[in-house]
């Protein structure tokens, strides 16, 4: 199974982007899913989660900003951002279990990452 990231670009601060992440299998049904960056010179935090029962949760510093979703049809997990700042400048991933395969305490399945950038 891959995921494939997409979305990312260049946004001025204000601004919104939606970061999507598509499971290559046909059959693939998501479970507890996530979201986490990497900015530069920094380890990958995480950004916002969702279980398998759709609870979520997010970071301190896109609460309000940032919501994530899930589209089990369409095997897609989605991170809708809004109030774009500086400070969200990073590398994007995806990640999740599937209901076949689950990591204790992690993630099996992580996309390639994508870039956001926003200007101030």
């Known amino acids: 199974v891959q995921l494939q990231a997409s979305g990312g670009g260049f946004v001025q601060a204000g601004g919104s982007l939606r970061l999507s992440c598509a499971a290559s299998?046909?059959?693939?049904?998501?479970?507890?899913s996530a979201w986490y960056r990497q900015a530069p010179g920094q380890q990958r935090v995480l950004v916002a989660s969702?279980?398998?029962?759709?609870?979520?949760n997010y970071a301190d510093s896109v609460k309000g900003r940032f919501t994530i979703s899930r589209e089990n049809a369409r095997r897609t997990l989605n991170l809708q951002m809004r109030s774009l700042q500086a400070d969200d400048t990073a590398v994007y991933y995806c990640a999740c279990n599937s209901r076949r395969h689950r990591q204790i305490g992690g993630y099996a399945y992580w996309g390639q990452g994508t870039l956001v950038t926003v200007s101030s």
């Open positions: 299998e046909s059959d693939f049904q998501f479970d507890g």
């Open positions: 969702i279980t398998s029962g759709g609870v979520t």
